[in-house]
């Protein structure tokens, strides 16, 4: 039987240890390394691991991904993260990182190395724009080339887009979720929507430079996209023939293993009683050729609107994990 390989990718929502944090990362640990054991993962892309500093003068940690992984078979596993945007440590909350059973060959991360910094005058800001400002991603998106064996080489993206949550306006906040006006939450909303498809934009464009080097690339992109499969984001990673309007690029598209699962188990998260699939894994043709199933582990999934309305906290995280199955 052909070796088994399983791919991963699972929010962790705000992994963190801090003496204010409630429920405690003990009890998060507790609720979330079971999870961890069911997708009994070969790469797994994770995102929101929160940095901890022990001291003021000393570097960020992974204190608390340290505590969930201990005595788990992921303790041993290659560990890649991503880091600030001057390569110096990870940053304080929201930082991506790949586990992986099977030797890194490269990485990196991308923040702005393939697309600058898109230009915006603000028309709602108070005081008014003087020139453009650029809007920058929120993070970056981390890559690993994995070594498979026998010359086979696995490349994964991990990626966590942008909220569709309006980003910041000068002079338009009253609080962290109140506007001032309609119009200036509108173009926070613009400008939210234009990070997480240029985002998306980044890492189609390194795809593409993986299959210029390899037409048969094994390739898994990962993560929390903050999109459904057919919004704006997806579908500019995706390179969908329907949308490019040429098969001859069918070769270079990606695919969503969620089609392969049920209907109504078919969401990550859920919003407001709104089931969404906002977490996901695209395959190059190469890697779906191997494709063998996949599942959501969304059982007894909490409310993300709901708790965040009622000011509920929970040990869980508000998005369920995907694992895929391939046979190499």
């Known amino acids: 039987m052909a070796p088994a390989l399983r791919i991963a990718t699972y929010n962790l929502e705000n992994l963190d240890d801090r003496p204010d944090l409630e429920p405690p990362l003990a009890a998060r640990v507790d609720a979330l390394r079971?999870?961890?054991s069911r997708l009994d993962a070969d790469v797994l892309c994770l995102q929101e691991v929160n940095a901890q500093k022990p001291a003021k003068d000393r570097p960020r940690r992974l204190d608390a991904l340290d505590a969930l992984l201990a005595g788990t078979p992921y303790a041993g596993f290659a560990r890649l993260c991503s880091v600030q945007r001057n390569g110096v440590g990870p940053m304080d909350k929201h930082n991506l990182v790949i586990l992986s059973?099977?030797?890194v060959l490269e990485s990196g991360q991308l923040w702005h190395d393939l697309v600058p910094p898109p230009l915006?005058?603000?028309v709602t800001a108070d005081p008014p724009d003087a020139a453009p400002a650029t809007v920058e991603w929120d993070r970056p998106v981390l890559w690993a080339m994995l070594d498979l064996g026998g010359g086979r080489r696995l490349t994964v993206l991990d990626v966590h887009l942008r909220a569709p949550l309006a980003a910041h306006v000068p002079g338009q906040k009253a609080g962290p979720f109140v506007w001032r006006s309609v119009r200036g939450?509108?173009?926070g909303f613009y400008l939210a929507a234009m990070k997480r498809t240029g985002q998306a934009f980044e890492a189609r464009l390194f795809v593409d430079r993986l299959f210029d080097d390899d037409p048969d690339a094994l390739i898994a992109v990962?993560?929390?996209f903050n999109a459904t499969e057919r919004e704006t984001p997806?579908?500019?990673l995706r390179g969908d023939p329907e949308d490019t309007g040429d098969p001859a690029h069918a070769a270079r598209a990606l695919m969503p293993l969620e089609f392969d699962i049920p209907e109504y188990r078919r969401f990550t998260v859920l919003h407001g009683g709104r089931p969404v699939m906002l977490d996901h894994l695209l395959v190059s043709p190469a890697l779906l050729r191997a494709y063998a199933g996949a599942e959501v582990l969304n059982e007894g999934l909490g409310d993300e609107l709901i708790?965040?309305?009622r000011h509920l906290v929970t040990a869980e995280s508000f998005h369920a994990p995907v694992v895929a199955r391939f046979g190499l």
Do not use: H, I, S, V
């Open 120 to 122: 915006a005058r603000r």
């Open 234 to 236: 997806l579908r500019a």
């Open 101 to 103: 059973r099977f030797p």
């Open 222 to 224: 990962c993560g929390d």
């Open 307 to 309: 708790a965040f309305k």
């Open 185 to 187: 939450w509108a173009e």
């Open 34 to 36: 079971p999870r961890l």
